[in-house]
């Protein structure tokens, strides 16, 4: 297809305005996917995305749709997740498109995800097609889902279309404004061919499949082409592209998406953000990506110390469709052996996890989530530290630096005053206040990542009974006054239960933690102290008092084999509880706390 | 160590019959129906008849259950088949009694057969307090009980009682364990309310009547130590008192005194310290030449086995030299003499001092324990933990198949 007829797009939403149903709707009109074999939801494959009603991984569909002035088209709808966790995968998918179509649910209006969302499709330059979904809905408001536009995104509301995905309006509508307003593809004009990575999968038959976007010239078959960056050349297999299921074709041209496959059987081989070129006459690099950095860690360790190689397959199978997913040995002395495992964001975060339960059936326990510190030591060389346990001491400390983003916070009203306390009880400062429509009004503020990884978004929820929505983008790094905070007992440290909190809030959380680690450490025939501390200042203290005395019970003939059995069955059991020094802790009861705090 | 002929010296039979079930009790026992407590002496004097040629009893002890329920006539008829087969004469022979069924001519025919020791089961003297636990005597049937045994000749009476029982304040235990003390009687057994599945009590708790003071249990079994030894008897495992001479005699020249107080038990020394015994009766454990081995908790069941001939097991385990090394080394560290090294040597074949180093070594650091030159033994604070103290000395076994579970046949 000449370049001219290309048109490459995407479509982004707040969760549940609509976007798998309109993709879907956008498959069957184009013919892509005759009506008989359309099942609900066609882009969204795995069963946890379908659960929760959010893409993880980007697929492009290249559809063929006739326009009105009778030309057909190839138009390429690159999807892409729906949460700000995988911004980084966002922007890529986005970076291959010309244009986006921005949904808002008639009903709902803007919400946190769509202004996060149009941000970054701002950024990339792109053509934004704003569509007006679910007008069909009694309770629609399509002045005020204007005026929103308007107001919130600087888009003008002249340009919305106006849809029904469900009802199936304003589908031509839309994919006449595709063609007529997103601008087709313009060639690098590089030297030779040329290419650009976007994303890249694991198949088990073909090996590694390399999503691209040509920029100049043409793929096939049969070519010796060169990734740029990791040096290597290989030889093109197959090219295709997706109907959403993969098919061969011919060729890619210049504009087009697709896929290739030339059997890479190691994911890590495959750069995304890399140039495809000729190893021959190479071109240019295109402009590529960052590498991906986890922005938030946390120790994955096996319940069953027994699980651990079970553990770590079952990781490197999910990274092998997850590149953002980073991990490596750790091990705690209360947990032993685990992993410490780096995520774009905690939904990221929480997926893994899931999968690893539910896919792998593992049982896991996961520590306390960190953010990464930038800690700049006395000796002027600066550290970046992803796990508390590495905190250098203090006396070696110069500066510590935390991450810090811009969230977006949707809510009602009503609930302004909660909100703010809880925004800056999260050490948060309110940028600006904008009200939305009669309900609703937005707060764009500043907060420490560190202070949204736990409970932020369920407190918003809760505070909003379920109105209120957030999203977040990364807003580089600040000065702080971080501390660790250290967990022991009877003066040991457990380090699964360290973790870098700012003063202000320390000997709070230390007072929780002493608490909660009270609730369900065991009586010992000791007493045992819990103390939390800082920089080894001690802020809390609990105390689990000794066991007086075992039951003095009679023990006779009869008594010896049933006592005898009966001990040691509690000794078994003390064999599967981590002893930290002489205390000996049930694993249940740091899944306890880490659960809830 | 003992070779596979030598005689059995130590006989337990369990009589598993009571009027009334206790509230706190998992023995078995069953109230006696129709015809089957006669049923119940045939079996047992047949099994009886089973392991009498290699049984030459030092010990006898009938325990149960109420073995004073059985009735005179029965009683005749097992102790005459105890004569018939050379079972009597034993040093020690101890039959536990209800106050309620004790009788007059019963208790002249036990002396007279050669009973040496009651085991009385008195459990408290407080009329609330025996109610609370379901017994069905009266705390002046207790009195009244003692009067008898003492007029039939016998001066060997233990009475067991209980403490940290719900609702007892230290106050009330403090007046039973004085009452108790100041009863004259040689042997005093004590033992905490242990709260076994499927009893009443045991649900109560789970229901949340009541709560368990943990604190007023160690300060009851506190008063308990320092009471009795006051009162003249020393206490020989963490249960159980003896005295060294009767109430009111002369005290024993330091030089004639014993590592076991003179009215110890010596059936349960036997048991702690590991010696082999026969158990005949439903419910009954034995271990002889290395196998352990239980009947049917089962009165039809085990009536019905012997019928037909043989002995009512139901199951039977070997251990491990190790293990049961492990065992031994935990039940006889209930015992305040604790372990001659010498001892558990030659009883074990392994030596405390090195394969338990470094229990040792723990239980002394925490106070638990004490090294003599002779010997390991538990503390006071110990005494109070020795089942932890158990947990840690026992030894996995090797070999648990060695665990058989025996169908009926
Ligand atoms: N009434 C109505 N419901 C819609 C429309 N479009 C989507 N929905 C419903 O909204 C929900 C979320 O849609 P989905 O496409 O999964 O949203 P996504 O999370 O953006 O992918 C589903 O229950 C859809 O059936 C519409 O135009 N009208
Ligand atoms: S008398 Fe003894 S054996 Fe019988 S029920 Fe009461 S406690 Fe149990
Ligand atoms: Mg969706």
Known sequence: ?597 | MRSGTDPVRHLYVHVPFCAHKCDYCAFYSAPPSGDQVNRYVDAVVRELELVAPRCRPETIFFGGGTPSLLTLKQWETLLEAMRRLNLLGAREFSVECNPATVSADKAKLLRSAGVTRISMGVQSLDPSLLERLGRIHTREMVFRSLDILRGAGFDGVSIDLMFAIPGQTMDLWQRTLDEALALGTDHLSCYEVIYEEDTPLFEQLAAGEFDVDEDLACAQYDALVDRAGEAGFRQYEVANWARDVRMGAPALPKEQVEELPRFACRHNVAYWRGKDFFGCGPSASEYVDGLRSRNWANTNLYCDQLDKGRRAKEFAEALGPLARAGELAAFGLRMNAGWPFAEFKERTGFDLREEWADDLAMLEKCGWGERLEDRFRLTRLGLRFADSAAERVLRPDAKPENRLVLEPV
Do not use: W
């Not at chain 1, 340009?159 to 304003?170: H, M, R």
């Not at chain 1, 793929?219 to 297999?237: C, F, W, Y």
């Open chain 1, 1 to 597: 297809m000449d370049a001219a007829h290309i048109r490459n797009f995407s479509i982004i939403a707040h969760i549940d305005h609509g976007k798998t149903t309109l993709s879907d709707r956008l498959l069957q009109r184009t013919g892509t996917v005759a009506d008989r074999d359309m099942e609900a939801q066609h882009l969204d494959a795995m069963d946890l995305e379908k659960e929760r009603g959010i893409t993880i991984k980007a697929h492009p569909v290249t559809m063929y749709y006739k326009a009105k002035n009778g030309e057909t088209y190839e138009l390429n709808l690159i999807d892409t997740p729906g949460h700000v966790d995988f911004a980084y995968e966002v922007s890529r998918s986005l970076s291959a498109c010309e244009g986006a179509l921005l949904i808002v649910d008639a009903a709902q209006g803007v919400e946190a995800q769509t202004v996060a969302n149009v941000n970054l499709a701002m950024k990339q330059g792109l053509t934004i097609i704003p569509v007006i979904n679910k007008i069909d809905l009694p309770h629609a408001n399509i002045p005020q889902a204007r005026q929103q536009l308007e107001d919130v995104l600087a888009i003008s509301a002249d340009e919305a279309v106006l849809a029904s995905a469900k009802e199936g309006i304003g589908i031509d509508e839309i994919l006449e404004a595709i063609v007529a307003r997103v601008p087709a593809p313009t060639p690098s004009g590089a030297n030779s061919f040329q290419a650009l990575i976007f994303d890249s999968y694991f198949d088990t038959y073909k090996g590694v499949v390399i999503l691209v976007r040509v920029t100049q010239g043409e793929l096939k078959a049969g070519m010796q082409v060169k990734l740029l960056h990791s040096g290597r050349t290989v030889e093109i297999k197959e090219v295709g592209s997706f109907n959403p299921k993969p098919y061969v074709r011919q060729r890619l041209e210049v504009g087009e998406t697709g896929y290739i496959t030339a059997n890479i059987k190691t994911p890590r081989e495959v750069k995304v953000g890399d140039t495809i070129t000729d190893p021959r006459n190479p071109s240019t690099e295109l402009p590529g990506f960052q590498e991906i950095h986890p922005m938030v860690f946390s120790g994955i360790y096996p319940i069953n110390t027994a699980d651990f190689e079970q553990l770590k397959q079952s990781i490197a199978k999910l990274q092998l469709n997850d590149s953002a997913l980073t991990f490596q040995t750790e091990s705690s002395a209360a947990l032993g052996f685990g992993f410490r495992c780096g995520f774009l964001g905690l939904l990221h975060m929480e997926i893994v996890q899931e999968r690893l339960r539910r896919e792998f059936d593992l049982d896991i326990i996961a520590t306390y989530p960190s953010v990464v510190y930038k800690v700049r030591k006395t000796d002027g060389i600066e550290v970046e530290i992803d796990n508390p346990a590495f905190m250098p001491d203090v006396t070696y400390i110069d500066a510590v630096f935390e991450p810090i983003v811009k969230a977006f916070v949707i809510c009602p009203g009503e609930n302004i005053g909660d909100m703010m306390s809880l925004i800056s009880e999260k050490r948060g400062t309110i940028r600006t206040t904008e009200t939305l429509d009669i309900r609703r009004v937005m707060l764009v503020c500043k907060i420490p990542m560190n202070e949204i990884l736990i409970d932020f978004h369920d407190r918003i929820k809760s505070i909003t009974r379920g109105y209120g929505s957030m999203d977040y983008e990364p807003e580089g790094y600040e000065e702080s006054d971080m501390v660790k905070l250290d967990m022991m007992v009877n003066g040991e440290v457990m380090d699964a239960f360290s973790s870098l909190v700012h003063r202000s809030k320390a000997e709070a959380r230390g007072r929780t933690l002493a608490a909660k680690l009270k609730e369900v450490i065991p009586r010992q025939q000791f007493q045992v102290a819990i103390q939390a501390a800082i920089g080894g200042k001690f802020v809390a203290r609990e105390t689990v008092s000794a066991i007086r005395k075992d039951v003095t019970a009679k023990c006779y003939g009869g008594d010896i084999s049933r006592k005898r059995k009966l001990l040691e069955k509690q000794k078994e059991g003390k064999k599967r509880m981590k002893a930290i020094g002489s205390v000996d802790i049930p694993q249940d009861a740091f899944i306890e706390v880490l659960k809830t705090s």
